[in-house]
Every structure is written in structure tokens, then in C-alpha cells.
């Protein structure tokens, strides 16, 4: 993620899963203005159930310097009841247990510390249910 | 009529044994297990902390109260783990379940009766007529130090009461609360770990306390321990809240369920709370239920509750708190356990 003010931009989406149905069906979670397969901007705002399936998975052994000490751990492409997909850290959890297909659901936990002093980068990961 | 509308808890899934600790550091782990009658405590996963723990229980305790969260006019967070130590907790929560921006929100501080004094003051502005909803929620990451009688307990969990006039499931009878200035547990700025004076929590801090609270709580509401179907006190150890609930004539059946200590630890500000939770899973209409907190410093806020007809309908809206205690576990090792509590320092 990145400092406050595009963090704070990001709260509708990443706290509340706040997200976008267009007229075509096409749902999306990051927040897009435009359908990007028929130029669309007609849509409705929508706040996802945050029920969802695994699509697929992988287990990052070697990961990004923020996250070094998390190792192994497991990211999934999760497609939401309503048909938004979404990259998401599935947690609380073997990565032997993780299976595609299997039922997740979206809760709210730390993802990053900006640092010691810096600020805490809070969103959605995703447990197994 | 001013309660509880809402209620609920959360505990992580992470565990360690007090077995695990007493090997890492030579205790007799069958004597630290007869002497504070608990087997395990829950540990925080990597990504948990206070403002995670509240939110997961607030959620729970929307579930039962199913208003709009736009309608709670205020939010406070009791702990003694802040993540920040200047930016208030709740500030995350409510954007987080969508109360607010119309809301008043602060975080409060009281060693481990944070969680009920939040409770306490939410109740206040309800019963006031200030407004029509008000949340209180108690929520702790607690910290012991490497080696000290307190990493047996301190442990990790919250619970979270919406207080409303309308659809109240557990009706506020009478409350008290009860303080002095006694220095038996306390952290300075700037320290990772708190001190405390050892035997010195015990008669002169938790049952001077507790045992005060509670006593003039029975004076003022005309009641004996026996009218009660249950009772909760602050569980530092197991065997604090059973010793005072005794002597205030309380037996152990009535203490069994909110009794959660020997599997959870100590959760600091969201330790009787969690036990109430606990309690009000399971409580029938027409249920007399007592409850002291206690904190250090040190302080007990007192409530007696009675459920009413709306109870039971709200208990299968969220998981129960002996669900979530009994279900899925992961249990660390010490290693693990301190990597997780971030006791080892890393360069930056």
C-alpha cells in the first residue's frame, strides 16, 4: 500500500468491500469507473457479502521485504458470491488445507506496517469456512 | 428499558500450552497449572491486533442486534494494547463496519477494566436519552514479559455490547463502580512490559476491588448471590474470579460459563466481557446475571443484567464464544510464540 492520503482513499474498497456492478454484470472490487470490456460507465455501488471461492492459490516461500518473516504463506485469486475477483492472503490456516474451490470468507486484519513509525495498513484477507 | 442489544466476541485461533512456556523456562508446568488453573491462552496471529480483535467481535454483535450501524452515535474501545499510541483505534472500526462519520469515539485505558468502563459509559449515554445506540467494547493483545508469571495468562481476545432502549435482549438493572489509587500493575511509557507487585495484586488490589464492587452492587439492588442464574468476574488466573465469587456467595456452577480463563488466559480488558458473551450465549429469558470487572491501578465496574424474551432469537446469529474457544486451534511452539508476540528484535 502506500502513505496516508492514498491509503485513506482506498478505505471504502479495502475496509468495507465496497464495490461496483455494471450494467453489463462485470463486478469489480478495486474501484474502476469504466467497464473495461464495453467502455460502460453506467454501474451501481454494491458492498460485497464477503463470501467467496478460492479460484487458485500459491504458496510464497520468498516474498516481498515486508513480508520476509510471514513466509510461507498462502495468496489466492478469490471470486466473490457477486462475481468480483479479488487477490487476497488466505490465513489462519495449513497450506496443505488450501484446496481451489474451497469456501472462503473475507476478514478484516493488518496487511503492512509502514515501519516502526509509520502508519498500519489495515484491509481484507481471507480465512477458510 | 436500557441493555444490551447487541452482543459478541472473538478469540484468534492460535494457542500455546502452559506446558510449552514452563519447559522453555524450567517451571513445574503441572504446579503453574494447579496454581493459576488454566491449561492454554490464545495468541494473536501475525496480522491481529486490538483494532482486528474489536472489529471481528462488533461485527458479531451487529449480526444480533441487526440495526444500521449508521445509528450508534458512539463507539469506544477499551485495551491496554492500542496499536498506536496517538491515532484511536476506533477510528478503524467504524469506517470498518460503517457507523459513523456522525459518531463519537474514543479509546479507553484502565489496565484490565478498559472493556467494561467503555460498556459502562456507552450504557450512560443511552440511558441519558443522549442517543439511541452506543457501542462499548473490550479488546486486548496483552503483553507479559518474557519469563514472568504474566506469559502464562496474558492472552488475546475482546468482546463487543451494543446498548440500545429498543429490542434489548439484556436489560441493565443497576450498576456500580468502585476506585482507589493502588499501584499493583502498571507500564510506563516508552517500556515493552509491565511491572506489577506480585502478591500485592491479590488481597489489597483485585479482592479489595471486586469484592468492594460486587458487595455494594448486591446492597444497592436488594439481591443475594442465590437470585443470580450466573456470575463473572475478571479472570487474571482461574483461581481469582472463583475465590471472590465465593466469597460473595456465589457458587461454581453459577461462574462454570462465563468461567473462560482455563482455556483462554487473561484477555485484559476483554476478559469478563468475553466471560459475559460467554454467559449471554446461552442465557434464558427471565436470567439474573451478575458481572464485576477489575483493574489495575485499580478499579471494578459492576453490572447486573437480566435477559429478557429477545435473547434467545439473537444466539444463533453469530458464533458463540465456547464455539470459537473450542474450535480451530493452532498451537505454537515457544519459538513461534515469540516470533509472534514480536519479543525477538530485528534490524530495520
Given at each position: 500500500m502506500a502513505?496516508?492520503?492514498?491509503?485513506?482513499?482506498?478505505?471504502?474498497?479495502?475496509?468495507?468491500?465496497?464495490?461496483?456492478?455494471?450494467?453489463?454484470?462485470?463486478?469489480?472490487?478495486?474501484?474502476?469507473?469504466?467497464?473495461?470490456?464495453?467502455?460502460?460507465?453506467?454501474?451501481?455501488?454494491?458492498?460485497?457479502?464477503?463470501?467467496?471461492?478460492?479460484?487458485?492459490?500459491t504458496v510464497i516461500s520468498i516474498a516481498a521485504d515486508a513480508y520476509t518473516r510471514e513466509t510461507p504463506f498462502v495468496i489466492?485469486?478469490?471470486?466473490?458470491?457477486?462475481?468480483?475477483?479479488?487477490t487476497a492472503q488466505?490465513?489462519?490456516?495449513?497450506?496443505?488445507?488450501?484446496?481451489?474451490?474451497?469456501?472462503?470468507?473475507?476478514?478484516?486484519?493488518k496487511i503492512m506496517e509502514e515501519g516502526?513509525?509509520?502508519?498500519?495498513n489495515?484491509g481484507?484477507?481471507?480465512?477458510?469456512? | 428499558?436500557?441493555?444490551?442489544?447487541?452482543?459478541?466476541?472473538?478469540?484468534?485461533?492460535?494457542?500455546?500450552?502452559?506446558?510449552?512456556?514452563?519447559?522453555?523456562?524450567?517451571?513445574?508446568?503441572?504446579?503453574?497449572?494447579?496454581?493459576?488453573?488454566?491449561?492454554?491462552?490464545?495468541?494473536?496471529?501475525r496480522d491481529?491486533?486490538?483494532?482486528?480483535?474489536?472489529?471481528?467481535?462488533?461485527?458479531?454483535?451487529?449480526?444480533?442486534?441487526?440495526?444500521?450501524?449508521?445509528?450508534?452515535?458512539?463507539?469506544?474501545?477499551?485495551?491496554?494494547?492500542?496499536?498506536?499510541?496517538?491515532?484511536?483505534?476506533?477510528?478503524?472500526?467504524?469506517?470498518?463496519?460503517?457507523?459513523?462519520?456522525?459518531?463519537?469515539?474514543?479509546?479507553?485505558?484502565?489496565?484490565?477494566?478498559?472493556?467494561?468502563?467503555?460498556?459502562?459509559?456507552?450504557?450512560?449515554?443511552?440511558?441519558?436519552?443522549?442517543?439511541?445506540?452506543?457501542?462499548?467494547?473490550?479488546?486486548?493483545?496483552?503483553?507479559?514479559?518474557?519469563?514472568?508469571?504474566?506469559?502464562?495468562?496474558?492472552?488475546?481476545?475482546?468482546?463487543?455490547?451494543?446498548?440500545?432502549?429498543?429490542?434489548?435482549?439484556?436489560?441493565?438493572?443497576?450498576?456500580?463502580?468502585?476506585?482507589?489509587?493502588?499501584?499493583?500493575?502498571?507500564?510506563?511509557?516508552?517500556?515493552?512490559?509491565?511491572?506489577?507487585?506480585?502478591?500485592?495484586?491479590?488481597?489489597?488490589?483485585?479482592?479489595?476491588?471486586?469484592?468492594?464492587?460486587?458487595?455494594?452492587?448486591?446492597?444497592?439492588?436488594?439481591?443475594?448471590?442465590?437470585?443470580?442464574?450466573?456470575?463473572?468476574?475478571?479472570?487474571?488466573?482461574?483461581?481469582?474470579?472463583?475465590?471472590?465469587?465465593?466469597?460473595?456467595?456465589?457458587?461454581?456452577?453459577?461462574?462454570?460459563?462465563?468461567?473462560?480463563?482455563?482455556?483462554?488466559?487473561?484477555?485484559?480488558?476483554?476478559?469478563?466481557?468475553?466471560?459475559?458473551?460467554?454467559?449471554?450465549?446461552?442465557?434464558?429469558?427471565?436470567?439474573?446475571?451478575?458481572?464485576?470487572?477489575?483493574?489495575?491501578?485499580?478499579?471494578?465496574?459492576?453490572?447486573?443484567?437480566?435477559?429478557?424474551?429477545?435473547?434467545?432469537?439473537?444466539?444463533?446469529?453469530?458464533?458463540?464464544?465456547?464455539?470459537?474457544?473450542?474450535?480451530?486451534?493452532?498451537?505454537?511452539?515457544?519459538?513461534?510464540?515469540?516470533?509472534?508476540?514480536?519479543?525477538?528484535?530485528?534490524?530495520?
Amino acid at each position: 500500500m502506500a502513505i496516508s492520503p492514498r491509503y485513506t482513499r482506498e478505505i471504502p474498497h479495502r475496509y468495507r468491500l465496497e464495490a461496483q456492478r455494471f450494467s453489463s454484470g462485470y463486478v469489480t472490487l478495486a474501484n474502476r469507473y469504466v467497464d473495461p470490456e464495453t467502455g460502460s460507465r453506467e454501474f451501481e455501488n454494491i458492498t460485497l457479502s464477503g463470501k467467496g471461492k478460492i479460484l487458485t492459490w500459491t504458496v510464497i516461500s520468498i516474498a516481498a521485504d515486508a513480508y520476509t518473516r510471514e513466509t510461507p504463506f498462502v495468496i489466492a485469486v478469490i471470486e466473490t458470491e457477486e462475481g468480483a475477483r479479488l487477490t487476497a492472503q488466505v490465513v489462519d490456516c495449513m497450506p496443505e488445507d488450501v484446496k481451489t474451490g474451497a469456501s472462503v470468507e473475507l476478514v478484516f486484519r493488518k496487511i503492512m506496517e509502514e515501519g516502526a513509525s509509520g502508519i498500519i495498513n489495515y484491509g481484507y484477507k481471507a480465512i477458510l469456512i | 428499558m436500557v441493555g444490551i442489544v447487541g452482543f459478541g466476541s472473538y478469540v484468534p485461533s492460535y494457542r500455546i500450552k502452559a506446558q510449552t512456556i514452563a519447559a522453555q523456562w524450567g517451571d513445574d508446568a503441572a504446579a503453574i497449572e494447579r496454581g493459576l488453573m488454566l491449561k492454554e491462552k490464545t495468541v494473536p496471529g501475525r496480522d491481529e491486533d486490538t483494532i482486528t480483535i474489536a472489529i471481528a467481535a462488533a461485527k458479531n454483535a451487529l449480526k444480533r442486534a441487526r440495526i444500521d450501524p449508521k445509528l450508534i452515535g458512539a463507539v469506544y474501545i477499551g485495551s491496554e494494547s492500542h496499536p498506536y499510541a496517538v491515532k484511536p483505534s476506533g477510528t478503524v472500526l467504524i469506517d470498518a463496519l460503517g457507523i459513523g462519520p456522525d459518531v463519537h469515539v474514543a479509546d479507553f485505558e484502565f489496565a484490565c477494566k478498559a472493556g467494561s468502563e467503555a460498556m459502562f459509559v456507552a450504557y450512560s449515554h443511552v440511558k441519558s436519552g443522549n442517543m439511541d445506540y452506543a457501542m462499548g467494547i473490550g479488546a486486548d493483545t496483552s503483553q507479559g514479559a518474557p519469563g514472568d508469571a504474566l506469559e502464562y495468562s496474558a492472552s488475546a481476545g475482546g468482546a463487543a455490547f451494543i446498548f440500545g432502549a429498543k429490542d434489548v435482549l439484556a436489560d441493565v438493572k443497576f450498576t456500580h463502580s468502585y476506585t482507589s489509587d493502588t499501584a499493583d500493575f502498571w507500564r510506563r511509557e516508552y517500556q515493552h512490559y509491565p511491572r506489577h507487585g506480585g502478591r500485592f495484586t491479590g488481597e489489597p488490589a483485585y479482592f479489595k476491588h471486586v469484592l468492594g464492587c460486587g458487595e455494594r452492587l448486591l446492597e444497592k439492588s436488594g439481591m443475594k448471590a442465590q437470585d443470580f442464574a450466573f456470575a463473572v468476574f475478571h479472570m487474571p488466573n482461574g483461581k481469582f474470579p472463583l475465590k471472590a465469587g465465593n466469597t460473595l456467595g456465589f457458587t461454581n456452577e453459577q461462574m462454570e460459563q462465563g468461567w473462560v480463563v482455563n482455556l483462554m488466559g487473561n484477555t485484559y480488558s476483554g476478559s469478563s466481557p468475553t466471560g459475559l458473551a460467554a454467559i449471554l450465549d446461552v442465557a434464558k429469558p427471565g436470567d439474573k446475571i451478575f458481572m464485576v470487572s477489575f483493574g489495575s491501578g485499580a478499579g471494578s465496574d459492576g453490572f447486573i443484567f437480566e435477559a429478557t424474551d429477545k435473547i434467545t432469537e439473537t444466539q444463533d446469529l453469530a458464533s458463540k464464544t465456547r464455539d470459537l474457544l473450542t474450535g480451530k486451534k493452532f498451537y505454537l511452539d515457544y519459538g513461534h510464540y515469540v516470533a509472534y508476540r514480536r519479543k525477538i528484535l530485528f534490524n530495520e
